[in-house]
Structures are given as C-alpha cells and as structure tokens.
C-alpha cells in the first residue's frame, strides 16, 4: 500500500515539540509515531531540573498514558525501542533564553539537527498571574523563535494559538495578524516586572502577590481590550512573532475550545476538564442549574484530532511550499460552517443526563432538570442573588443563631455559590461571544492537500464532518466518563 503524501514527508525530518506534557501535544506526538515511526526525531521540551527528569516525565506523563495505547499494542516489545530511538524528553522552559538548555553539547546538535519547530507551550489559565503569562505565551514564543534561528536547518516554524486573540471583536473574524501601534509589548514587560518587584519590596506574603499578579494581568487586559489574561498574551506573542520572524515561515493555527478526539487514536480521549466541561462537569453532579449566555451563540468546540490533522497538513504543504513572504494563520474551529449553538448544546446535555443519569458517592442517581440559560449577565447575577445570595445571607444568621449547627452546610453552600459567580464571570465572554471565525485559508489548506495526494479521510479536519449529536452523547461526555472526570 502506497504511503499518504503527509506521511511520506515526515520521514526523516528532525521536529522540536514544546509543552510536550500538554493536552495537545500529546496527541500530535502520538499521531505522528502512529502514522510515520520513519521520522528521524522528536526533541519534546519539557520542564525539568535535568534530562533524567525529563525522560521520567515523558514515561510517566507523554507515553505512559492511555493515548497511546493503539500504538503501543501495534509495536508490542518493541515499543520502547521505538521510543528510545526516535523520541528524546530534553530539560528546558521556554521562559528563558536558548530555552534553558544547559547541556551544550545537546544545544549544539539540535540547533544542527532542527527542520521544524512546532510550539504548543502556554499557560491556559485564564487569570493566570501576569509575569507569568508574560514569560511563557509572550516571551516565551519569542524565545523559541529566536532558538529556531540559530538552528542551521530550520524550515518553518508553526505555532499554536488561539482563536481568541481576537479579544471582542464581533462579526467575521479574518485569519489575519491582530496589529496594535498603539501597544508597547516590552512595555508590559516592563510593567510586569516593576509590579512585582514593588509587591516583594513590600515584603508581601507569597500568596498575596499572586493575587495580586493575577489582578493586575486582568487590569491590563481589560485596558487594552482583552477579557483575560491568557488570550491578551497569547496575542501579543503572536505579534512577536510576526514583528520579528524575519524570512522564516510562520504558520499559526489558532484553535478554538479544544475538546475530546473524534476518531483518532479513538474517539472520546480527553486529559482534564477542558473549557466547556467546567460546566458540563458541574451540570451533571448537579452543582448548576443555571449559566448565563445567548441561546443563539455558537459553542466553537473542536475535536482535538482534527487541530493536529490541521497541524501536519499545515506542515506538510508549507514545507513543501517554502512560504517565505509573510505569516499564513489557520483558524480551526467549527462556528463558520458547522455550529452548536447554546441552545443544542443545553438540549444535549440534558438529553444525556437524563437517560445516563451520574451516581453520586452515596449511590443514588443524580437528577437534573434542563440547565437554566439565563440571556444576559445583569439578569443572571440577579437571578443568583435572589434566588441564592439572599437566602444564604439569611442561613448565615441561622446558622449562628444556632451556634454554628449548620456551620458545614452554610460553607458547601456558600462555597458552591461563589464557585458560580467566578466561573460565570471568566466565561461571560465566550458565553455571549458572537463572532464567526472565517476558516478560508483552512478551506484553501483542504483544496492543496488534496491536491497533492493527501488522505483527508486519516488527515480530517472538516468541520462540516461532526454529527454534533453523535459526538456529545456518544463520545464526549462517555470519555469523560471513562477518565474518571464524572
């Protein structure tokens, strides 16, 4: 049997993969050592203290896990060979220069070795602390493309994004690079720093300048135009990278809410509660009853195979192409041709609880009625302090009235109210979100592929492919299931 044209490109070329523990990555390598063992490398950066540790990591947290379990049926007592010889965990954090490589000599041969580099390293936290944020989805992609050009052989450089970047724009959202003249970007460094450097001065306690690092990202954000800090830094790494990419290829897929496979390396894998699954998690343990959010909006969620299947298609073709004159971007997402709205999701999810109700600790069914989609966030926060707020405040009297007797109660209740009000506060924009992503490029990327002899059958990323029903029901929520998140 002939070789599809995808694989037959990945034999013999030398990748470096960063956030190689992350939800994604895995599921690229994996795809990759499934479909072409001929590869000649993969570098997985990873973070820790030397490269013994990262190996242990790699076993432990990369290969290790269910992911890859077809391929390590496939290659039986020789699956450890096959990862020892084409799969190398090395020590670095893309937070400092030359990615904290300290081995020389094993800086010195991936710089000679290096085709492609695929960076896939963030934090995803949505209120993660802002030096943070900074160094790793700012400056840390452009660390990594500055390794990339000390690398002799290096090719092309793909990035992974997020849709998002686009801040609160509404409308059709075009595959372009976001610009801002108007924004110092070692400016906000620079601000970072001087933040943090005060908060120790102060002698604050650890905790205390967390909490202040992560208020003082969203203040930014917020200023400039952004609803949280991972997307407003992961925008500005983007325009790092294209400020400062110089002749080497860019390719940025920019993904929207990563979900569970659809089909490979079978359906239903997922690795920790993923965007959408906070509330489909908490709805069916029957800890949400309401959520705000227009019913008409699309829920952009995208199977996480199908962002790889763009990713090595991507590779492929602009390898292939040698691209050099400016950055191409890829959005990967379902709202342009394919969407679930709110209001399918909402049917969905109850649907499936009702019929597959989850059995809480003391045995017994949990029951849910259909998940309140409360249409604006003033109504919703009305809605909650009504019908919760309040009432708790009265239980907080009660409750010492009768000297602490309900004191266990008061603090679930209480907990869980709190929970609601913070999760509905980091999701509002996405839960009124009406941008549509324009996927024309992504569309253009199908057209070549097929053009020069690639299985988009094994390479799917056609949106238009979902049966969102089937999916919800029949693989998502059951993979959830099955890694023990329900």
């Keep these: 049997m002939e070789l599809d044209n995808a694989v037959k490109f990945l034999q013999g070329k030398t990748i470096l993969i960063t956030g190689a523990t992350g939800f994604l990555a895995k599921v690229f390598v994996e795809k990759i050592l499934r479909f072409q063992p001929n590869v000649n490398k993969l570098y ?26 077809i391929l390590r049926n496939k290659w039986g007592s020789k699956f450890d060979a096959l990862i020892s010889n084409k799969v190398k965990a090395v020590a670095g954090d893309i937070s400092f220069e030359n990615l904290g490589l300290n081995d020389s000599e094993l800086r010195e041969e991936m710089r000679k070795e290096i085709q492609i580099i695929v960076n896939v390293a963030a934090s995803t936290n949505f209120s993660e602390r802002y030096d943070v944020a900074l160094d790793i989805n700012t400056f840390g992609a452009f660390n990594v493309l ?19 970047v686009c801040g609160e724009e509404t409308g059709i959202i075009l595959e372009k690079l976001k610009r801002r003249n108007d924004m110092n970007i070692f400016e ?3 601000l970072a720093e001087e933040q943090l450097s005060q908060l120790q001065n ?15 990202g969203l203040e930014r954000a917020k200023l400039n135009g952004w609803p949280n800090t991972y997307v407003f830094t992961k925008a500005m790494g983007e325009m790092l990278l294209g400020q400062f990419k110089g002749d080497l290829p860019l390719v940025i897929i920019r993904p929207t809410m990563i979900a569970s ?79 679930l709205k709110i ?58 009235l009768c000297c602490q007797r309900f004191e266990k109660i008061y603090t679930n209740l209480n ?65 959830l299931f099955n890694q023990g998140l329900l």
């Design 188 to 190: 906000e460094k620079r």
């Design 343 to 400: 209001s399918d999701f909402q049917d969905l999810i109850h649907y499936y609880f009702t019929k597959n109700p989850r059995i809480d600790t003391n045995g017994e069914k949990v029951e849910v009625g259909k998940l309140i989609v409360v249409s604006t966030i003033n109504r919703f926060f009305l809605y909650m302090k009504i019908k919760y707020v309040l009432p708790l405040k009265v239980f907080y009297f009660i409750n010492i």
């Design 202 to 216: 102060q002698c604050n306690p650890d905790k205390a300048i967390t909490s202040s690092m992560k208020e003082f």
């Design 44 to 69: 997985l950066l990873v973070r820790a203290s030397n490269n013994k540790s990262a190996t242990q990591r790699l076993n432990d947290e990369i290969i290790g896990g269910e992911l890859f379990k």
């Design 415 to 479: 907990r869980r109210v709190k929970f609601i009000l913070r999760l509905a506060e980091f999701y509002k924009p996405y839960a009124f979100f009406t941008g549509i992503f324009d996927d024309r490029n992504l569309e253009r990327l199908q057209r070549v592929a097929e053009e020069r002899g690639i299985d988009l059958a094994e390479f799917n990323f056609d949106s238009k492919s979902i049966d969102w029903e089937d999916y919800i029901t029949n693989t998502h929520i059951p993979g």
């Design 146 to 164: 500055n390794f990339g050009k000390k690398c002799d052989k290096l090719k092309l450089f793909l990035h992974v994004s997020t849709a998002y």
């Design 261 to 339: 496979t659809y089909e490979q390396p079978f359906p239903g894998w997922i690795e920790g509660v993923r965007t959408i699954d906070t509330v489909l998690v908490n709805y069916g343990k029957g800890k949400l009853t309401c959520f705000p959010g227009n019913l008409n909006s699309a829920l952009d969620v995208i199977p996480v195979d199908m962002v790889v299947n763009a990713m090595v298609v991507a590779i492929e073709v602009h390898y292939a192409q040698h691209q050099y004159s400016c950055e191409t971007i890829y959005h990967v997402g379902t709202s342009s041709k394919n969407p």
